[in-house]
């Protein structure tokens, strides 16, 4: 299949495809990314990485709904010093790998990121929203001064491109993003703060209470708020939030997104999903006029 009229350069990562690997998806372990990198995705986002090993929330942590999923995963990770391995055995696919970081303050988000540039990756995603840990997420990613000095010093920190990753779950998205105006790109969005109860438990079905929700249910949230982000600021945009098609992709990029990241969806169709829908992508194309990908990026933003 000739994917060059699906090539992207995003903030100087050249992309096959604008079809990412979205954060906390099959991406703790070197060899799983690098499988996942040679079975069609353009790059991959760590799972995101804290200064010291964290275990997380104790089961249950995933819960699957009717087109939607709910996880209170509460951040587990092996810890900054022990991701650099699994970076590397990742980059043997000949892909970039995006280093996704959490931290406390910015501080932290320096330091991390500076680690992630030395194990070799090729930019680095700032995860300013998580919604379900205290201390590391929505706190932070609600606070324009807190973002702008996060932003601004892992700017000044690293060579690679900086990502930032922002939260639905604010009450003004573009302020928070025009505060994140040093990021290289926007990733919108993270996921949205829900829950769900067990009638016959008479308990929520998470051990956390509320979890981040993702999947099919968030699309047409995700879709406004990167139309709103990109008609208000003019940023580069990954979006993220409920894409499992070609045709959802394409709205997204129309939208104001340069390139998508799929998470969910790979649970529900598998590694395979990211050359199915590269090929969908190039039919899709084919019957709405655009030669390249890049053409239709924004081009419903009035």
Known sequence: MNLSRLNVNLCGLSLET?????SGILDQNGYTMQRI??????????KSIGMVPRNGYAPPIVFPGDGYLLNAVGLSNPGIDKIGTEVKIASEAGKPIIGSIFGKDAEEFSLLARKMESYGCAGVELNLS???????????????????????DVKKSVKIPVFAKLSPNVTDIVEIAKAADRADALVLVNTLRGMAIDIFARMPVLSNAYGGLSGRAIKPVGLRLVYEVKKETGKTIVGV????????ALEYVMAGSSSVQIGTAVMESGRAIFSSLSSEMISLMNRTG???????VGVAVK
């Open 241 to 248: 939030g409920g894409i499992s098609s070609a045709a959802d």
């Open 37 to 46: 990198l040679k079975e069609g995705a353009a790059a991959v986002v760590t």
């Open 130 to 152: 998580c919604p379900h840990v205290k201390g590391f997420g929505s706190e932070i990613g609600s606070d324009p001064d807190a973002v702008e000095e996060i932003v601004g």
């Open 18 to 22: 604008p079809f990412i690997l979205a």
């Open 290 to 296: 655009f030669d390249r990908i890049t053409d239709a």
